[in-house]
């Protein structure tokens, strides 16, 4: 594990950032769901260890307008009615940059040395929205390939996990 979050944190500094994962279609069970719950409770333990509020996760249901402009724009608004007052965005989409592991717990890290709740954003199967993705502090991908959205949310939850 890397430990870029317990390294920066600050001593007597109060930290209660949460997490927040909000994405667009639910996963059924199986070993995707099994797998996801598996690093959210392995999180969950850890967390409330180093001062994280908590990890929810919010499962938002797909658009069903016929265009898929349409149907980005009205699971936008849906994620976007999730947003607290003071947050970082981070959105998964696969035209985001690259990162590894150690790179993704220092933003982690900076985020909460902030005192910034994150929002990590996940699309259904156009994507997210130009106007969604704009609005990101930060823009990411699992790599080049395209991956399932309920792939990309088992790999979120493990490199939030792997971060703490």
């Excluded at 156009?126 to 792939?151: C, N, Y």
Aim: aromatic share 8%.
């Amino acid at each position: 594990m890397y430990f870029a979050l317990r390294a920066s944190r600050c001593a007597g500094k109060k930290i209660g950032m949460r997490l927040i994962v909000i994405a667009v279609g639910r996963l059924k069970q199986g070993p995707e769901r099994e797998l996801a719950e598996r690093y959210r409770e392995r999180f969950d333990d850890i967390g409330r260890k180093l001062g994280f509020r908590g990890l929810e996760i919010h499962e938002i249901p797909e658009s069903r307008a016929r265009d898929a402009a349409t149907r980005m724009a009205e699971e936008a608004a849906a994620i976007a009615g999730f947003f607290p007052g003071n947050y970082g965005l981070v959105a998964l989409d696969e035209r985001g940059k690259s990162i590894d592991s150690a790179a993704f717990a220092q933003h982690l890290g900076r985020f909460r040395d902030a005192a910034t709740d994150v929002i990590f954003v996940i699309g259904g199967a156009d994507g997210l929205s130009p106007e969604l993705r704009g609005r990101a502090k930060l823009v990411i991908a699992f790599g080049a390939a395209t991956w399932p959205h309920q792939m990309v949310r088992v790999m979120l939850l493990e490199q939030i996990y792997r971060a703490a």
